[in-house]
């Protein structure tokens, strides 16, 4: 192969994407386009398939996985913080609660910006916090529009249904009344990379004393605004 690296499994698996970057391909055709032994290219697709940075169409065929997605979306998340401050600034003062952004990373997710409340209860969460997926307004933001069997995994365990996900793909935004911390409400929506695809959520959160057993009727117009200006920063600049 051309411009080895040195390592030669990681040439090699690069030979396959790149050979899949062309399309869908059997193994056969991996085979020829790579000009690797049968069972090394097999070896590596099924093992670059595991990592999910290969997967298979309704024909068998290898395809590139959507994790590369997911790494390219990570790429533009300097692009998403920078925007993300003074949007959650904004959307803070206009509701009078804290705001975060939170991203999916495998099992968890982390709150990779937040604006706080300057005063009174903040019921804030810190930037680099790992929370988990099963419960909360955002979990079911970054989980309800994912593939069938990553949906399906996600709900063990969870303390929100499938049918609760259906509402929130319907309505566009969730919420949550303690349910990942009892005396805490939140509402979230998604923000959307230039694919479509969910990449981030946006949240408020605070005592249900303030935001009340319904704190959608109250913020969730304001949360979907501020998650639909990120996902047109994201839209102009390709992210």
Request: a positive charge; aromatic letters at 2%.
């Amino acid at each position: 192969m051309d411009n080895s690296s040195g390592v030669g499994v990681l040439d090699k698996a690069a030979a396959v994407l790149s050979a899949l970057e062309a399309g869908p391909a059997t193994l056969a055709q991996l085979v020829a386009s790579t000009h690797l032994a049968r069972p090394t290219a097999h070896r590596l697709a099924v093992a670059l398939e595991h990592h999910r940075f290969v997967a298979r169409d309704i024909q068998g065929r290898f395809v590139l996985g959507p994790r590369l997605g997911e790494l390219s979306t990570a790429a533009g998340e300097d692009r998403l913080l920078a925007a993300a401050g003074p949007v959650l600034a904004a959307i803070r003062d206009h509701t009078g609660e804290s705001a975060q952004l939170y991203r999916r990373q495998g099992d968890v997710r982390i709150c990779v910006a937040a604006a706080e409340r300057p005063i009174g209860l903040r019921d804030s969460i810190p930037v680099g916090a790992t929370l988990t997926m099963q419960a909360g307004s955002a979990a079911q933001i970054l989980l309800a529009w994912e593939e069938p069997d990553r949906l399906h995994r996600g709900l063990h365990g969870a303390q929100f249904t499938a049918t609760m996900l259906s509402g929130v793909r319907r309505r566009g935004w969730a919420q949550s009344v303690g349910e990942r911390e009892p005396g805490v409400a939140s509402v979230s929506a998604p923000v959307r990379g230039s694919s479509g695809r969910v990449v981030a959520a946006v949240s408020v959160s605070g005592p249900i004393e303030r935001l009340t057993r319904q704190p959608g009727r109250l913020h969730a117009a304001a949360v979907v605004s501020a998650a639909n200006r990120l996902t047109e920063v994201l839209k102009r600049t390709g992210e």
